[in-house]
């Protein structure tokens, strides 16, 4: 490698994919770890707390405590339906999610 060139060409491609790689391997990493923190999740102990909370603080005290969960837990989306299939948290709710409430409510009812 004699020409200046040459080496200013491979020291910025071999800069380059230094650089990718490790912006790859820090988005991999943490994509695993919220992954990881979203599977170990208690489905059931998250709808205990989200009834107690109905029943001690009321629909209020609800949203509240859905504002803060979803807070705590990014990538987390809770959707709180009433008993009519009705939804009670204002975020979007996907067309299937709403779709399979429905009928189930309609089935329970």
Not at 68 to 86: C, K, Y
Not at 89 to 99: F, I, V
């Amino acid at each position: 490698m004699r020409s200046l060139f040459l080496r200013i060409f491979v020291s910025f491609w071999l800069a380059m994919g230094l650089i990718l790689a490790g912006s790859v391997g820090i988005a991999a990493t943490f994509i695993w770890n919220r992954t990881e923190a979203l599977q170990h999740l208690d489905t059931n102990e998250l709808a205990t707390i989200a009834e107690q909370r109905l029943v001690h603080e009321g629909v209020n005290g609800l949203l509240k405590w859905v504002r803060e969960t979803q807070r705590e837990n990014p990538g987390l989306d809770i959707f709180v339906v009433d008993a009519a299939g009705q939804q009670i948290t204002k975020a979007p709710m996907p067309d299937s999610l709403s779709t399979a409430c429905a009928t189930w409510c309609a089935a329970v009812i």
